[in-house]
């Protein structure tokens, strides 16, 4: 299975789950850090927009890149809407290859519209489910990211230690207003601790007047401590700044609920 397997299929749903779960929680965190970035910033694995936008909204210039073509159609619906389109920009790409120009490696040359900083929200990077992916695309964030750049990170916390269930009802609700539709969120969860993996089976029934339709997909991410991608970290380059435990600043534990790493691009001298 390769991390990228679901993400179209999960498309239609993501908001409607993550409004009801994470909802905008994470949003004020990186959108300050974006303000004071100093420039450009890029987003891994932008999808619908859910961050992205806010943060253009908030006057950042931001680009983003997702490797799915229907996440990134939500998205472009929504920016539209928004007119937002000076503000933030939309490529379809992979993040293991990511298609910007190298940094200048010292600051008194620095480019124009170098990046000041790259972000990877909520557990991006864990969907990547081999080490050489994982490395390809850190070293990628490393190249084009500015000296002295900020590259803030979250994982997924503690998914090892998620309970395994079968064919659990997660949600139900409606969506939109009137001549909306009726989900229903039927979830499995497997561990695979052999190749260390968390594994969701999503079955969505979508009920629209008399009309049915199930979605089913499976998701899949790697099980990384904040440890072992701190030593990733600073194996392709990085220095670790900070690790935080919530959305307000605190200090990472083990037991946090949010596990966030930032890290900073040093300078050459």
Not at 14 to 33: I, K, S
Not at 51 to 79: K, Y
Not at 254 to 269: E, F, M, N, T
């Amino acid at each position: 299975m390769e991390g990228f397997e679901g993400w179209d299929d999960y498309a239609p749903f993501y908001d409607w789950e993550n409004a009801q779960t994470l909802g905008r929680r994470d949003v004020p965190f990186w959108r300050n850090l974006a303000l004071n970035a100093g420039g450009p910033v890029l987003e891994l694995g932008c999808g619908t927009g859910r961050i992205s936008l806010p943060l253009a909204r908030a006057g950042v210039p931001l680009v983003g890149v997702d490797r799915s073509a229907a996440m990134l159609a939500f998205a472009r619906r929504r920016i539209r809407r928004g007119q937002l389109q000076r503000r933030l920009r939309l490529v379809q790409a992979d993040i293991r290859h990511l298609p910007f120009p190298s940094a200048s490696p010292a600051t008194r040359t620095r480019q124009r519209d170098s990046l000041a900083m790259v972000m990877a929200p909520y557990g991006i990077l864990q969907s990547l489910l081999y080490e050489r992916d994982l490395a390809r695309t850190i070293g990628e964030v490393h190249r084009v990211l500015q000296p002295n750049g900020t590259f803030g990170l979250e994982l997924v916390a503690d998914l090892p230690s998620w309970e395994e269930y079968r064919k659990r009802v997660s949600l139900k609700g409606w969506r939109g207003r009137r001549g909306g539709s009726h989900l229903t969120l039927v979830e499995t969860v497997r561990q695979d601790p052999a190749r260390r993996r968390t594994i969701f089976d999503q079955e969505f029934t979508e009920r629209r007047g008399r009309q049915i339709s199930v979605h089913r997909f499976s998701l899949a991410f790697r099980t990384l401590s904040v440890p072992q991608m701190t030593r990733r970290l600073e194996r392709a380059g990085f220095e670790i700044a900070a690790l935080l435990g919530d959305y307000r600043g605190g200090q990472w534990d083990a037991r946090a609920d949010v596990w966030i790493i930032l890290a900073r691009k040093p300078v050459v001298k």
